[in-house]
């Protein structure tokens, strides 16, 4: 078995979200929050050519995170539905409190991008834009009973 | 404007990629790759209930990739493509050099998940495992012209 690592290095906010959404709003109105991610000024360079994507991968912290107290949780915390592990859920509370959302990219104007689908808190650091293409496009896929009810997390 | 935070809190692995294919391969070979990844056997709890999801995202850390040396590089190495931003590409030339692959899941056996199509070198550290819903599939994407060239990403 290869070794699992200690520890790893740093990384760093390449950009922040910016929203008028009240957080206890955020999971409920994800579908039309409308939000702005304002890059470091240095590297808007590195953004040319999105623009000719129509949605992104967006990897960010949730910082605000509790520390993690359970591996295991109900979903839409309703104990009617049975308890279900970290990693088979989107919840931010899990071992490293990595946020991943599909946006559609509205627009770009030099350092800030407006996207609209984005379930982060105003304030959150911004780990790295990635484009959505056809190969992460799946369809028929399997997910359980559960997933379709919980809370925040309606499927389109 | 808010304050982009200068550091963030360290991540740590949740576990490891394993594969018999060599690095120079994986790039050519994605789509049909099968891997293991080797959780922190602490953590296993954390996967209940993931297997009734036919897909996930593995978020992990490209951790052998050079410093950044440019916001811009040419889709697939290939110069007759005009330049493009590291955000607008899925290359591990990036400020933070985080890895995402929408996998299939074969099977979890205790600690250890085989998928395929994870385009991650032996050794690499795993950050996260989400699962892939409904909601993460969008049809009618827009890319660029460059995208479906671009050498090891081909569209399925």
Known sequence: ???????????SAIGVVETDVPDADIPRRRRDIVS?????PELVEGLQGLEQ???LFVIFLMHR???LESLRVHPGH?????PVGTFAM??????????LAVVDLLRIEGNRLTVRRLDAFAGTPVLDLKPYDHYDVFTGIRVPE???SARGRATS
């Open 65 to 67: 995170s509790p520390p």
């Open 78 to 82: 309703d104990s009617r539905n049975p």
């Open 90 to 99: 989107r919840t931010r509370n899990r071992p490293n409190p990595l946020g």
């Open 36 to 40: 702005d991610i304002v890059l470091r």
């Open 146 to 148: 559960w997933s379709n």
């Open 53 to 55: 994507y129509s949605h």
């Open 1 to 11: 078995m290869s070794l699992i690592p200690a520890s790893l290095p740093a990384l």
